[in-house]
Nanobody, 114 residues
């Protein structure tokens, strides 16, 4: 059974940082592109960042230079380091494993507010 479990969301002030984690089980990560997507209230789900098994990364335009995606060296975990957060980053953040099949986590909420 495939599971993607996100953690690390919460409330942060503008300019602050958060680190999201996605623990994957039931898949072989080398066959999957791992990614983070987000969905704000009333908006479509959008790409935040993806990373391949080789470490190639891709970022949405709105987060370039502020967010960094990485993969754990040993564990099947993907991280999203988010710096210089602003209120427009407020959303539910979802982990995705895209490969032979497609899997999504349940999401973790990020709220940026003073």
């Amino acid at each position: 059974q495939v599971q993607l479990v996100e953690s690390g969301g919460g409330l942060v002030q503008p300019g602050g940082s958060l680190r999201l984690s996605c623990a994957a089980s039931g898949i072989l990560p080398r066959f999957y592109v791992m990614g983070w997507y987000r969905q704000a209230t009333g908006k479509q789900r959008e790409l935040v960042a993806t990373i391949t098994s080789c470490g190639t990364t891709n970022y949405g335009d709105s987060v370039k230079g502020r967010f960094t995606i990485s993969r754990g060296n040993v564990t099947n975990t993907v991280f999203l380091q988010m710096n210089n957060l602003n209120p427009e980053d407020t959303a539910d953040y979802y982990c995705r494993a895209h490969g032979p099949d497609d899997h999504w986590g349940q999401g973790t909420q990020v709220t940026v507010s003073s």
